[in-house]
């Protein structure tokens, strides 16, 4: 099976809070369909992934692997199916500027049956201006 690669560039806020220590990421893209907004919140126990506009999409992750599931709504109808977080790696560093990168890895299933495992990468660099 051939993996396949998509890239995106995108400029988006990232922040910690600092009560919480839970991990933000927003930031739009534009695609065919239209403009999708995306939040990640990253935690110690759960990674959700929310993505609304053009498409609407939320993906919620426990760290613990216990199944979730996905709920994605393309305007044609409702799609249900679960997912289980395989690996998620977070390394941030704080030199002259920020840098950090986000991969987690996780598998989709549709009523018991593997369909995919997929890779999430995220590289995250402070604007220069």
């Given at each position: 099976m051939e993996e396949e690669t998509t890239?995106?560039?995108a400029?988006?806020?990232f922040y910690l809070d600092h009560k919480t220590g839970s991990r933000y990421l927003h930031?739009?893209?534009?695609?065919?369909a239209g403009v999708i907004r995306t939040v990640l919140k990253v935690t110690d126990t759960e990674v959700l992934l929310?993505?609304?506009?053009?498409?609407n999409m939320r993906m919620h992750f426990f760290r613990e692997r216990k199944r979730s599931t996905i709920s994605v709504d393309y305007g044609?109808?409702?799609l249900m199916m679960e997912s289980e977080l395989l690996n998620i790696e977070e390394i941030y560093t704080q030199n002259e500027?920020?840098?950090?990168?986000?991969?987690?890895q996780y598998e989709l299933l549709d009523n018991g049956v593997?369909?995919?495992i997929f890779d999430i990468s995220m590289i995250l660099e402070e604007d220069k201006e």
């Open positions: 890239e995106l560039t400029s988006g806020v930031y739009e893209e534009e695609q065919e929310m993505r609304s506009g053009a498409v044609v109808g409702k500027m920020f840098s950090g990168k986000i991969n987690f593997n369909i995919g």
